[in-house]
């Protein structure tokens, strides 16, 4: 489902609903291209990649985002692109795609909505989140997988990276618990880069588990709240399983709230890196922001203050990369993804996007890959 479409309808346009404040649509702000902190960002790599099934991209169509992890033992792995389409249900080629170094899926874990007790409603799964959670004490990398899901409550799909001998369904959480579950969307989610714990614990595991504990950030399309949320014993009385869905879905409880300096429409892909929140938006053109958390108050859920905007990115590239208007493309996500390209211009990159040409009939894609300064990188 088109994600534009998805908010106009009866579900999607629930409205945002902050706590301890209210969102005032349509009154985006933002810096100018040139601040701050993003002020040496720079389009360092494109990838234009045009919807062909037989050739292994039918991921470009309805695609919600991208991630770049680890998959594989520490002396043969690798890491690889993992992007969702959100195409329609029933599709095929809805779910999430395992891509090689061009593009190309070389796996897929097809999302199964009758895998859930809700049934069948056509869920929206936004953009893919990846964290390799590296535990050097606890066996190395425990790469998970989350993808946000919006129709109804919105929840978290939290799975592994997977081969074609070990995917499995992973387990859903709502995000928030029957006390407070402040977002109705959710297109995007993060945990904290810059932490190695895992949000949920794997408790079928027995020795050599990853410690648990982190954080899992969200937002609602339209907000001037970040949500963090964290797994507790007491809302998941029966544990999460990972490997087959259960017959109910686990809950993550809302632990701290954060604030933006100003509201922020049309959200679609963020990450959250020392101290830091980056966020993308499907303006246009869409922005790639940069804030600075506040402390934690001590005992209390909100931070002590709001957060700081560092810098404001222009994606300009949004206008000229496809001939057609502005309009009909998208963006969507925002990953932290440090890739050597190897390639005849001695390309580098730190950060990547996609741009959703949502003209086709199926849809194709632009990769965009953001390059900076050191002192400027996440």
């Keep these: 489902m088109d994600r534009r479409k998805f908010l106009s309808s009866s579900v999607g346009a629930a409205g945002a609903v902050c706590l301890g404040g209210t969102v005032a649509l349509g009154t985006t702000s933002s810096a100018s291209a040139d601040d701050g902190r993003l002020s040496q960002w720079y389009l360092t790599k494109e990838d234009d990649i045009n919807f062909d099934a037989e050739e292994g991209y039918d991921w470009t169509h309805e695609c919600q985002g991208v991630a770049r992890a680890w998959y594989g033992d520490p002396a043969t792995g690798?890491?690889?692109?993992?992007?969702?389409?959100?195409?329609?249900?029933?599709?095929?080629?809805?779910?999430?795609?395992?891509?090689?170094?061009?593009?190309r899926c070389v796996d897929h874990l097809t999302y199964e909505e009758s895998w859930w007790p809700h049934g069948n409603h056509n869920d929206h799964i936004g953009a893919v989140h990846a964290n390799e959670h590296n535990q050097s004490d606890r066996g190395g990398r425990h790469v998970r997988l989350y993808v946000p899901v919006e129709h109804g409550s919105p929840r978290v799909w939290v799975t592994s990276a997977f081969g074609a001998a070990d995917k499995h369904p992973g387990k859903m959480f709502f995000l928030g618990t029957d006390a407070l579950r402040p977002q109705q969307q959710a297109a995007w989610c993060s945990t904290d880069l810059s932490d190695s714990r895992v949000v949920t614990p794997d408790l079928n595991v027995i020795g050599g588990a990853p410690r648990s504990g982190g954080y899992l950030y969200s937002s609602n399309s339209t907000d001037?709240?970040?949500?963090?949320?964290?797994?507790?014993?007491?809302?998941?009385?029966?544990?999460?399983?990972?490997?087959?869905?259960?017959?109910?879905?686990?809950?993550?409880?809302?632990?701290?709230?954060?604030?933006?300096?100003?509201?922020?429409?049309?959200?679609?892909?963020?990450?959250?890196?020392?101290?830091?929140?980056?966020?993308?938006?499907?303006?246009?053109?869409g922005h790639i922001f940069c804030f600075r958390f506040a402390a934690r108050a001590p005992g209390r859920m909100y931070d002590s203050a709001a957060m700081v905007l560092?810098?404001?990115?222009?994606?300009?590239?949004?206008?000229?990369?496809?001939?057609?208007?502005?309009?009909?493309?998208?963006?969507?996500?925002?990953?932290?993804?440090?890739?050597?390209?190897?390639?005849?211009?001695?390309?580098?990159?730190?950060?990547?996007?996609?741009?959703?040409?949502?003209?086709?009939f199926r849809d194709d894609v632009s990769v965009l890959h953001y390059d900076m300064p050191a002192e400027q990188a996440p």
């Design 310 to 360: 560092e810098g404001t990115y222009s994606i300009d590239e949004a206008k000229d990369t496809w001939p057609f208007p502005a309009s009909v493309t998208e963006v969507e996500g925002l990953c932290h993804a440090p890739v050597d390209w190897h390639d005849e211009d001695d390309n580098h990159s730190r950060v990547t996007l996609i741009l959703l040409d949502n003209a086709a």
């Design 224 to 285: 001037d709240r970040i949500y963090g949320y964290h797994w507790s014993a007491d809302d998941n009385p029966a544990g999460p399983r990972q490997g087959t869905p259960d017959s109910g879905m686990g809950a993550l409880r809302v632990g701290r709230i954060s604030r933006l300096p100003f509201p922020i429409e049309k959200i679609t892909g963020g990450f959250v890196k020392d101290g830091r929140l980056y966020l993308s938006d499907d303006a246009e053109p």
């Design 78 to 103: 690798e890491p690889w692109w993992w992007v969702v389409s959100n195409a329609d249900s029933g599709s095929s080629y809805k779910g999430i795609h395992k891509l090689d170094f061009a593009w």
